[in-house]
């Protein structure tokens, strides 16, 4: 069965301070797809990043990276010098692949970044 | 592009009711989901459709909960003599995913309808 932990619950930073939201991942098959995204106060999901499971670079986008890690089933996500209008919750998910895309989310982070 | 689009935001009623709401995806989506959200738990699956076939339900979808999505545009979901359990953000989304290729695209997510059961 699939399962997406994120461990961390609530996390609390100063403007500018970099943060590291953390994602474990458990799947059996060899075929996924890892995503993150975004819940603002107003609540719709905003997507942010895919990876597929057989590509591990790292990726850069503006203030945003993330670090995928297969051997140890990770897919973290950083912000580098956080802004106030990065508050907002984090979720990870994980899709098998499919002729959907039914994810599977972990409970998620709340990040709050205060000025 | 108007995003997806989700009626009522609030919806109170009382147990024993039955509820409706609506999603009006993306106007090129082939793909609607529901999902169901609550409060301090990531969204949880709950139907799918591509275009107006239903291709899969979670064993989280009782009985009094249906979906339909007659015209492969628009979606409805509704729920019969409702439970207190059944409080939750409900969600839509919608994509746009290739008929006959496995693809794991990214979905797009309306604001959801709150609704609370007294």
Not at chain 2, 25 to 33: A, D, G, K
Not at chain 2, 83 to 101: K, N, P
């Amino acid at each position: 069965a699939q399962k997406v932990t994120q461990a961390q619950t609530e996390i609390s930073v100063v403007e500018k301070e970099d943060v590291t939201l953390d994602c474990v991942y458990e799947t059996r098959d060899t075929t996924y797809y890892l995503f993150w995204y975004k819940q603002p106060p107003s609540g719709e999901l905003v997507f942010l990043i895919r990876r597929n499971s057989f590509d591990e670079q790292n990726e850069i986008s503006g203030r945003y990276s993330w670090n995928f890690q297969k051997s140890t089933s990770s897919f973290n996500f950083t912000i580098t010098a956080s802004q106030v209008v990065d508050s907002a919750v984090y979720f990870c998910a994980l899709s098998e692949r499919g002729y959907g895309n039914k994810l599977v989310f972990g409970a998620g982070t709340i990040l709050r970044v205060k000025s | 592009d108007t995003g997806v689009s989700q009626d009522p935001r609030h919806k109170i009623t009382k147990r024993g009711q039955n509820v409706t709401f609506r999603c009006d995806p993306i106007s090129e989506h082939n793909r609607l989901y529901w999902y169901r959200q609550t409060l301090g738990q990531g969204p949880e699956f709950l139907t799918y459709f591509q275009n107006e076939a239903q291709l899969e339900k979670s064993r989280l979808l009782s009985d009094r909960f249906s979906a339909e999505r007659p015209k492969g545009s628009f979606s409805t979901l509704e729920i019969q003599r409702t439970e207190q359990g059944d409080s939750a953000m409900y969600l839509c989304a919608s994509s746009l995913g290739a008929v006959s290729q496995a693809t794991n695209e990214k979905l797009f997510f309306g604001s959801g309808t709150q609704l609370s059961v007294l």
